[in-house]
């Protein structure tokens, strides 16, 4: 069996979400108010991202150096990795997050081996931050790196995909994923809905169930 496994990185690969950390040390007032918004369904993911985005006052350099040294990887996700690439399976770390500071914080764990799909920073004339999405859904506007997407692409090639998560842009790739480990706000929504997910905390929880569930799922 072809596996291929898809993790999302702000609040899944890191222990905390980096967006966040980074509004709250960046932000100007108002970005609170967003989120709300976008839990409410004012706003999709895209609209609340750009919003959001826009309102850190940082430097390309304050981001980089914030990222490395304020950022923590969730345990054994490093471990993870290294079990995955002896298997043989592919990893792709999936985000609405940015190149900005996903790169730094990768980079600064020494994480190898795995494919990126993200949205890219880039400023306007004024200096804010923009995002580009390089991985939209054509057909849908809501997000704007579709994950799900990338699991149907997968699941096209042949593969039995693997969809680790936590928050609410996991939920559409977690509904056509073959298997979930899911957490937090991932995790009571799935639940709500009656489809199978595995519970975690932390990547040593996932690769205790790995080859017993992977195996025979």
């Given amino acids: 069996m072809d596996v291929a496994v898809v993790v999302d990185f702000d609040g899944t690969v890191t222990e905390k979400a980096v967006s966040y950390m980074l509004l709250e040390r960046y932000g100007r007032p108002g970005w609170r108010d967003l989120d709300r918004q976008y839990a409410e369904g004012r706003l999709t993911a895209r609209e609340v991202i750009a919003l959001q985005f826009s309102m850190i006052d940082a430097t390309d350099r304050e981001i980089d150096e914030f990222a490395r040294h304020h950022v923590q990887l969730r345990p054994g996700f490093l471990e993870f990795v290294s079990h995955l690439r002896g298997l043989g399976y592919p990893v792709a770390?999936?985000?609405?997050?940015?190149?900005?500071?996903?790169?730094?914080?990768?980079?600064?764990?020494?994480?190898?081996?795995?494919?990126?799909?993200?949205?890219?920073?880039?400023?306007?004339?004024?200096?804010?931050?923009?995002?580009?999405?390089?991985?939209?859904?054509?057909?849908?506007?809501?997000?704007?790196?579709?994950?799900?997407?990338?699991?149907?692409?997968?699941?096209?090639?042949?593969?039995?995909?693997?969809?680790?998560?936590?928050?609410?842009?996991?939920?559409?790739?977690?509904?056509?994923?073959?298997?979930?480990?899911?957490?937090?706000?991932?995790?009571?929504?799935?639940?709500?809905?009656?489809?199978?997910?595995?519970?975690?905390?932390?990547?040593?929880?996932?690769?205790?169930?790995?080859?017993?569930?992977?195996?025979?799922?």
Avoid at 111 to 122: M, Q
């Fill in 93 to 217: 770390i999936t985000s609405e997050g940015l190149d900005i500071y996903i790169d730094p914080v990768l980079d600064e764990n020494s994480v190898e081996y795995v494919n990126l799909f993200y949205n890219e920073a880039r400023r306007d004339a004024d200096g804010r931050l923009v995002p580009y999405y390089p991985h939209p859904d054509m057909d849908c506007e809501e997000c704007g790196n579709c994950k799900s997407g990338l699991v149907k692409a997968l699941q096209k090639d042949g593969n039995y995909v693997v969809f680790i998560g936590n928050g609410r842009t996991d939920v559409c790739p977690a509904r056509g994923a073959n298997m979930v480990f899911a957490r937090d706000m991932l995790a009571r929504t799935l639940e709500e809905e009656g489809k199978p997910f595995i519970l975690f905390e932390d990547f040593h929880d996932v690769m205790e169930a790995w080859d017993s569930v992977v195996a025979h799922g």
